[in-house]
């Protein structure tokens, strides 16, 4: 199994493409470490795989707080004495055009999307050292890279996150990979709230003329996290039907 022997901790994990990337990480070996602030949808996925025979655990972690950063990776450590893989994946849009944002929703945004992926990294930069392993997943988004209205905190934010990577790569090369993961439009909990119209719209500009699905990100991201992807840093893997081509 490529994730054999492996510790991930992944956050936003309690749904959706967070979620399904848990289950195939264990699916593959790795000790999951479920980190949201969803109690209830986490211990479910750690208690799914934990049926399936995999290692999961949940902690209640808000990733815009430092000392539920730092508590989630000490429980990583505590439990499973060493630490290989952090996939950043939580993520908060307060919508609104930049001309309408107030200034709370705008830092709100970006605390959860951008800033903790930062802090997160930080924080677990001396225990990926120590891994002959060690990799940091960025879940970004199209949106990193093409435009989308009504959404400019979110659209800042990821923007950030794949510059972020870039700078993380270079920084930890070459001891630690970092990788962004740009999805298009998933069918998760997230996006399926999105109005009808929109979403038709969105999915008509999809040239294999339908939506994602968490698993189809959760399949690259493990490929991304393991050997097989050991000549893969510093760069943005766009998962999006073909979305961002025309
Ligand atoms: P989702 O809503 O299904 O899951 C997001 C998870 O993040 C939830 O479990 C939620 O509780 C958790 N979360 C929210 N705030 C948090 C916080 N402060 N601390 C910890 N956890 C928190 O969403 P999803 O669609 O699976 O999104 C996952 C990632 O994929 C996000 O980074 C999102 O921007 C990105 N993305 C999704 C799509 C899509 O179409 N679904 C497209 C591009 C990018």
Known sequence: MRLEGRVAIITGAASGIGRATAIRFAADGAAVMIAD????????????ISAAGGRALFVETDVSRESDLRAMIDAALQTYGRLDILHNNAFRNEAGAAADITAQDWQ????VTLTAVWQASKLVIPHLLRSPAGVILNTASV??????TNSAAYQAAKGGVLSLTRALALELAPTVRVVAILP???ATPANLSVPA???RHFVSQVPLARMGQ???IADVAAFLASD???YITGTGIV???GYTTR
Not at 37 to 48: F, K, L, S, V, Y
Not at 143 to 148: D, E, K, Q, T, Y
């Open 214 to 216: 968490p698993e189809e």
């Open 184 to 186: 298009g439009s998933i």
């Open 197 to 199: 119209d929109e979403h």
């Open 37 to 48: 602030i969803d109690r209830a949808g986490g211990e479910a996925c750690a208690r799914e």
């Open 108 to 111: 709100a945004t970006l605390d």
């Open 143 to 148: 949106h990193s890279i093409v435009g989308l």
């Open 228 to 230: 097989e992807a050991s």
């Open 239 to 241: 998962v999006d039907g």
